[in-house]
């Protein structure tokens, strides 16, 4: 028998963000590393830990995320999207996606003037993935 669900608690604490932490599967670990450093301008710290080799995004607050290859982790151009800040202008790190090995699917795009731009495309190991910035 299923548990009927529940109305919203109005007590209930709102949180910051509805994302915490993420992880981009990779096949691939140098392309990968090559790519994200290449098209953000940054070196990943890098590390192997139970068995995965993990590249981290630097974060000095805020959402941290990785990439990561290990026993599970399978590149995919389906499933969850998954928007990465593209800073003040999503031009700026589209403009490296493909001198990076990458393939932008589709340009930058308004989504509308409060919200901003967006654009897809797909890494060095397949995954499809959006940038966002307001301008």
Not at 14 to 42: C, G, H, M, R, S
Not at 118 to 128: C, I, Q, V
Request: charge should be neutral.
């Amino acid at each position: 028998m299923k548990t009927p669900l529940k109305k919203p608690s109005k007590k209930a604490p709102q949180l910051k963000n509805y994302v915490n932490w993420f992880e981009i599967p990779v096949a691939n670990f140098d392309q990968a590393i090559l790519f994200y450093n290449t098209i953000y301008d940054i070196e990943m710290e890098t590390t192997q830990m139970g068995g995965y080799t993990m590249g981290f995004f630097p974060a000095k607050s805020g959402i941290g995320g990785a990439i990561v290859k290990g026993e599970g982790c399978i590149p995919s151009d389906t499933g969850p999207l998954l928007y990465l800040n593209a800073g003040k202008d999503l031009s700026d790190v589209l403009s490296r996606i493909e001198v990076a090995g990458g393939r932008i699917i589709m340009p930058k795009t308004i989504i509308n003037e409060s919200a901003g731009y967006f654009a897809l495309f797909l890494d060095t190991e397949g995954n499809r993935l959006a940038l966002h910035s307001k301008t």
